[in-house]
C-alpha cells in the first residue's frame, strides 16, 4: 500500500485524515492519499502570499525564474517514466500515452521558462506634455488551480507553467480521484528549488478543500478544468472574494467528414479523437456528422476499426483502450448509452461493459440518424461515438454547432474554401481540418458556451496571469499650481 502526501510550505505533509484510492483496472484499493481539510487550504493560502510578497519568489527575476522552470522541465523528463506509471496505476489512462503525453509536458514547462523574461511592459504616448505614463505587468497573486483526474500532469502544466512564468504563487488542488501523478509532481518542484510556498500542490474533496480554496479571500484569480456544474460552483464561490476564473469545461465536439474526404485517414483520427484515452477527453470528437452517400461506408470503416482495438491492462504498452477512471463513471456511460438506445439509437457495436474486474467499457458506436438521442446532446466522458448524417454543407453546419458546448471541432475534407467557410462558421475553440487531436504549447484552446472561458497555452495564458500598473511620473519641474487660485 503506497502512502502519498501533501506539499505545503517546501514540506511534505500526510495531512490529519487519509482516504483510499481504487486501480480502475482491478476495482482494488492500492494507496492511501491525504485528504486536505479546509485548515490545511488556509495554510496553502497563507503559504503562497507570504512567498509572493515576503518571500525570496518576491525578488526573484524573471530570467531566474526561467530558468527554475528550464530545470523543472528537464526533471520532468528524467522522471516521465515513473509519472506515466503513477497516472496509469491511479487512473486507467494506458501507459503508451501517458508516457508520451507526459514527455511532451516537459515542451511546455520549457515553453514557459523561455516566455518569463518576455512578459513586457509598455510605454504610453500619453496626450499631457509633462507626463511619462508606463503599463507595468505583474504577477496576478495567489491563483488558486483545480484540475480534473484525466490528464493531471498535462492539465496543471498549463496552468503551472504560465503562472510560475508570470510570478505567481500558487495552490493547486489534484483530483481527489487520481491525484498520484501530481503529487508526486511536488517532488520535482522541491528538487528543482523553488522557494518555499511558490507552489504548493493539495488533494481533497469538494466541500471541504475545494470550495475552501476557490473562496479563499487571499486568492486572486482561480483556474478550473472540469465539468459546467462543477464550474458554477467555482464562479458562485468566486463572489466571495471576486478572484478571476479561466474555466476549461467538457465538450460534445463535432467531427465532419465529407464525401471528398480520405475516408481512411479520417477514419483513424476518428478512433483516435474519440477512443484514445477512453474517451475521457475534453476534446473528444463524441458526435460523428457524416455525409448521407459515404456514411455506410464509413461507418463500415469503423466498425472494423473499434472491434480490432485491443481492451486490457493500462500498464501493457500493447493495450489501446484501458479502464475508465472510476466506478461511477463506468455506471454513467453504461446508463446513457441504454437511455440512447431506448430513444431509438441504433447499436452499430460496442455497448455492454464486459465481464470482470475492472471499469471497463468496449469502444461503442450509436448510429442516431432522425433520432432525437441523448448521446447527441450530454457528454459522455467515455468511447462512444454518436453519429448523424446530412446531404449539404449548411445542414453539417447546423448540426455542428447544435451544442451548447464549443470546445474543439473537426473538418475533414478536400475542398480548401469549403474548409474555409466551415473553420469561420464552427462555434468552437478549436478547429482542426483533416487532423484532430493536435495540441502545441504555442497554440491557445478553450471553449465557447458552456466549454468555458479564457484560453489555456500561448503567451496569452501567461499574461492571463498578470495584472497591469499604471505608473504616471511628471517631468516638469514647476510647481504644481494650487488648484483653488483662480488665474
Not at 497573486?141 to 500532469?153: D, H, Y
Not at 438521442?373 to 454518436?386: I, N, T
Amino acid at each position: 500500500m503506497q502512502r502519498f502526501q501533501y506539499y505545503i510550505d517546501g514540506e511534505f505533509l500526510d495531512g490529519e485524515a487519509r482516504y483510499p484510492s481504487v486501480d480502475p483496472a482491478t476495482g482494488l484499493i492500492w494507496a492511501e492519499m491525504p485528504e486536505a481539510r479546509e485548515s490545511d487550504v488556509d495554510r496553502a493560502v497563507n503559504a503562497a502570499e507570504t512567498a509572493l510578497y515576503d518571500g525570496p519568489w518576491a525578488k526573484t527575476t524573471a530570467t531566474q525564474r526561467g530558468k527554475l522552470l528550464y530545470k523543472l522541465a528537464d526533471l520532468v523528463a528524467a522522471n516521465a517514466q515513473k509519472l506515466a506509471e503513477l497516472e496509469t496505476r491511479d487512473t486507467g489512462k494506458i501507459i503508451r500515452e501517458t508516457s508520451a503525453q507526459i514527455a511532451y509536458v516537459a515542451d511546455y514547462y520549457r515553453y514557459y521558462a523561455g516566455l518569463a523574461d518576455k512578459i513586457e511592459g509598455s510605454y504610453l504616448p500619453i496626450d499631457k506634455p509633462d507626463m511619462d505614463v508606463w503599463l507595468r505587468r505583474e504577477p496576478i497573486g495567489v491563483v488558486a488551480m483545480m484540475v480534473p483526474w484525466n490528464s493531471q500532469l498535462f492539465l496543471s502544466a498549463v496552468k503551472i507553467g504560465p503562472a510560475l512564468a508570470a510570478g505567481c504563487t500558487m495552490v493547486v488542488k489534484a483530483s481527489e480521484d487520481g491525484p498520484a501523478p501530481l503529487l508526486e509532481f511536488a517532488r520535482l518542484v522541491h528538487e528543482a528549488g523553488f522557494p518555499a510556498g511558490v507552489v504548493n500542490i493539495i488533494t481533497g474533496f469538494g466541500p471541504s478543500c475545494g470550495a475552501a480554496l476557490g473562496r479563499h479571500l487571499k486568492v486572486a484569480h482561480v483556474a478550473f478544468t472540469g465539468g459546467p456544474e462543477t464550474a458554477r460552483h467555482v464562479v458562485r464561490n468566486s463572489a466571495e472574494n471576486l478572484a478571476s476564473t479561466s474555466l476549461e469545461l467538457g465538450g460534445k465536439s463535432p467531427f465532419i467528414v465529407f464525401a471528398d474526404a480520405d475516408l481512411e485517414s479520417a477514419a483513424n483520427a476518428q478512433v483516435a479523437g474519440i477512443f484514445a484515452a477512453t474517451g475521457q477527453s475534453c476534446v473528444a470528437g463524441s458526435r460523428l456528422i457524416v455525409e448521407r452517400s459515404v456514411k455506410d461506408a464509413f461507418l463500415s470503416i469503423l466498425k472494423r476499426k473499434a472491434e480490432a482495438i485491443r481492451i486490457g491492462s493500462p500498464l501493457e504498452m500493447a493495450t489501446e483502450v484501458g479502464p475508465l477512471a472510476t466506478k461511477r463513471q463506468q455506471d454513467h456511460v453504461a446508463a446513457l448509452v441504454e437511455k440512447s438506445v431506448q430513444s431509438g439509437a441504433r447499436l452499430v457495436t460496442g455497448g455492454q461493459r464486459p465481464d470482470g474486474e475492472g471499469y471497463y467499457f468496449p469502444p461503442t458506436i450509436l448510429d442516431c440518424d432522425a433520432v432525437a438521442s441523448p448521446s447527441l446532446a450530454e457528454e459522455f466522458f467515455g468511447p462512444v461515438l454518436s453519429v448523424v448524417s446530412f446531404d449539404t454543407e449548411a445542414e453539417a453546419l447546423k448540426l455542428a454547432n447544435d451544442t451548447r458546448y464549443g470546445l474543439a471541432s473537426g473538418v475533414f475534407t478536400q475542398n480548401l474554401t469549403r474548409a474555409h467557410r466551415l473553420m469561420k462558421g464552427i462555434r468552437a475553440g478549436v478547429v482542426w481540418v483533416n487532423t484532430y487531436r493536435a495540441v502545441s504549447p504555442i497554440a491557445p484552446f478553450g471553449g465557447f458556451g458552456l466549454s468555458g472561458q479564457g484560453r489555456e497555452g500561448g503567451l496569452a495564458a501567461a499574461l492571463d496571469y498578470t495584472r497591469t500598473k499604471t505608473i504616471w511620473l511628471r517631468t516638469s519641474d514647476d510647481p504644481i499650481p494650487d488648484p483653488f487660485v483662480m488665474r
